[in-house]
């Protein structure tokens, strides 16, 4: 079994910064990737931002140059900071991790930004 604990959502005006971590632990032999999805009310789940074992990283064209994801390997986590924030990046925010054989999810944690 994996958990995955989030941390790091909240309040912020626009223009503001956040910085999500996501720490995984539990039965994990290797992980092929980490990443961060949000879903807004309304709409479909989407990829934020993922980062591989290796360090290649992946952006929605929606974040780019804005959020910047990194990984520690050692202590199987992954960070998301978030700079510029605007309205349309409130949401939740969930934790994934990728082992090769499963993906896990985690509980999620609001992120909102106020005009």
């Known amino acids: 079994q994996v958990q995955l604990v989030e941390s790091g959502g909240g309040l912020v005006q626009a223009g503001g910064s956040l910085r999500l971590s996501c720490a995984a632990s539990g039965s994990i032999f290797s992980i092929n990737a980490m990443g961060w999805y949000r879903q807004a009310p309304g709409k479909q789940r989407e990829l934020v931002a993922a980062?591989?074992?290796?360090?290649?990283?992946n952006y929605a064209d929606s974040v780019k140059g804005r959020f910047t994801i990194s990984l520690n390997n050692a202590k199987n986590t992954v960070y998301l900071q978030m700079n510029s924030l605007k309205p349309e990046d409130t949401a939740v925010y969930f934790c994934?991790?990728?082992?090769?054989?499963?993906?896990?999810w985690g509980q999620g944690t609001q992120v909102t930004v106020s005009s």
């Open positions: 980062i591989t074992s290796g360090g290649r990283t």
């Open positions: 994934n991790v990728d082992t090769y054989q499963f993906n896990y």
